[in-house]
């Protein structure tokens, strides 16, 4: 079992919906959580990053952190075409340490 | 906009031959990270240098791969001799190491090894 498990999609979605991505996690020693947008052949670029649990919102974007679950999630209101993209999970036991990355969930919005 | 650059952005090269990949953190970042990504494995660590030093090199290759900082805005991973499973997209990311703050990737290096 990878220490981060991330559904692969691809997912599809209308213009204007609501996008639910989630992460699982078995490493109960994460303490910083992170989401990343990564455009095919760029690197990924940071969205969102919470420290231990709660939610974090951040415009159209909203992160949610469950310790007690070992799951994360980020939500995207009225998504857009230019949203369509591969979105990566990570995260970390300490801070600047090496991230675990999810393996990415590839996202495409339809105008 | 500061960003992390990375050298070059493609390579193609013959089995056995050395590749060289020069990443220049974002200035004032103290931590430099090197990933590779992979469709199979995707993003995962080879390397991560605080303050110049080696503070872990657990993903690397020993024996082809190595990874330094001759100074603060230069990294380099090199490998040699290169084998076809090399090929993949590797990735330079700084932080600053200080309080948190998450790292920010370069653009990467696309390896061919033919």
């Known amino acids: 079992q990878k220490e981060v498990e991330q559904d692969p999609g691809p997912l599809s979605v209308p213009e204007g919906a609501i996008v639910s991505l989630n992460c699982t996690y078995s490493n109960s020693a994460f303490q910083y959580f992170m989401w990343y947008r990564q455009y095919s052949r760029k690197g990924p670029e940071l969205l969102m990053y919470?420290?231990?649990?709660g939610n974090k919102e951040d415009g159209r974007f909203t992160a949610q952190v469950d310790k007690s679950s070992k799951y994360i999630s980020l939500f995207i209101r009225d998504s857009q075409p230019s949203d369509s993209a591969t979105y990566l999970c990570?995260?970390?036991?300490?801070?600047?340490?090496?991230?675990?990355f999810g393996k990415g969930t590839t996202l495409s919005v339809s105008s | 906009d500061a960003r992390v650059t990375q050298t070059p952005r493609h390579k193609v090269t013959e089995m056995g031959q050395e590749v060289t990949m020069r990443c220049q953190p974002i200035?004032?970042?103290?931590?430099v990270f090197w990933y590779r990504q992979t469709m199979m494995q995707g993003l995962e660590l080879l390397a991560y240098?605080?303050?110049?030093?080696?503070?872990?090199d657990s993903g690397m290759p020993k024996d082809r791969f190595s990874a330094e900082m001759p100074d603060a805005t230069l990294a380099t991973l090199k490998i040699q001799p290169s084998e076809p499973r090399d090929s993949a997209v590797y990735f330079c990311?700084?932080?600053?190491?200080?309080?948190?703050?998450?790292?920010?990737f370069g653009d990467g290096t696309r390896l061919s090894i033919l």
């Open positions: 919470t420290y231990s649990s």
């Open positions: 240098f605080r303050n110049r030093a080696p503070l872990d």
């Open positions: 200035l004032g970042h103290n931590t």
């Open positions: 990311a700084s932080g600053p190491g200080q309080g948190y703050q998450p790292q920010h």
């Open positions: 990570a995260m970390s036991g300490g801070a600047g340490t090496a991230l675990i």
